[in-house]
């Protein structure tokens, strides 16, 4: 049982706009920046979203993260097969003085 | 170019140890906090432990807390993992992640491509 909630699953079709959400507490959303990463295993995971609404650079703008209280969200735009792939959220826990992760959400473009 | 290469991982009967290293390059290693991350099979990424830069504070999760270690060496540019009294729940890809900045709680904006730990009989 994760810290932060995510829906296990999520889909759409090309072109189409989906988002994720990550629901947390007081002691972590509500209280840290909220990252994103993606991961399709093998491969390395990569940092998406920073700071609840930042793109690293080389981030296409099709992504962008927004947070409300204890909640946040990731949204993806215009989505291509290549997005196929795990999405995590994380943040800092001050209750319990580390990071915690989002159970994760497997994105499949139909 | 950033680059992150883990090592040290393999088989190891429970109650056994291991150490992981992260060779690190791209970067001043010594102004960076760094970070461990594993994912067990069929789960999801679960955080494992924190090292700050310069007083190299530490922290870990609750499930390896009092086994397992992370320490740095600043001049070998390089990040470790000591884990001891290895269960097999340990068993995992364990990812070394590099933080944007020097803080415990800053986002992990690069990672390696993992490593290994299997804990079985």
């Known amino acids: 049982q994760s810290v932060l909630t995510q829906p296990p699953s999520a889909s759409g079709t090309p072109g189409q706009r989906v988002t994720i959400s990550c629901s947390g507490s007081?002691?972590?959303?509500?209280?840290?920046?909220v990252n994103w990463y993606q991961h399709l295993p093998p491969t390395a995971p990569k940092l998406l979203i920073y700071s609840d609404n930042h793109r690293p650079s080389g981030v296409p703008d099709r992504f962008s993260g927004s947070k409300s209280g204890t909640s946040a969200s990731l949204a993806i735009s215009g989505l291509q097969s290549e997005d196929e792939a795990d999405y995590y959220c994380a943040t800092w826990d001050a209750s319990l003085n580390g990071w915690v992760f989002g159970g994760g959400t497997q994105l499949t473009v139909l | 170019e950033v680059q992150l290469l883990e090592s040290g991982g393999g088989l190891v009967q429970p109650g056994g140890s291991l150490r992981l290293s992260c060779v690190v390059s791209?970067?001043?290693?010594?102004?960076?906090?760094m970070n461990w991350v594993r994912q067990a099979p069929g789960k999801g990424l679960e955080w494992v432990s924190t090292i700050t830069n310069i007083i190299s504070t530490s922290y870990h999760a609750d499930s390896v807390k009092g086994r397992f270690a992370i320490s740095r060496d600043d001049f070998k540019n390089t990040l470790y993992l000591q884990m001891s009294s290895l269960r097999v729940e340990d068993t995992a890809v364990y990812y070394c992640?590099?933080?944007?900045?020097?803080?415990?709680?800053?986002?992990?904006?690069?990672w390696g491509q993992g490593t290994l730990v299997t804990v079985s009989s």
């Open positions: 791209g970067f001043t290693f010594s102004s960076y906090a």
């Open positions: 992640a590099k933080s944007r900045h020097s803080s415990a709680w800053d986002d992990f904006d690069y």
């Open positions: 007081s002691s972590n959303i509500g209280y840290n920046t």
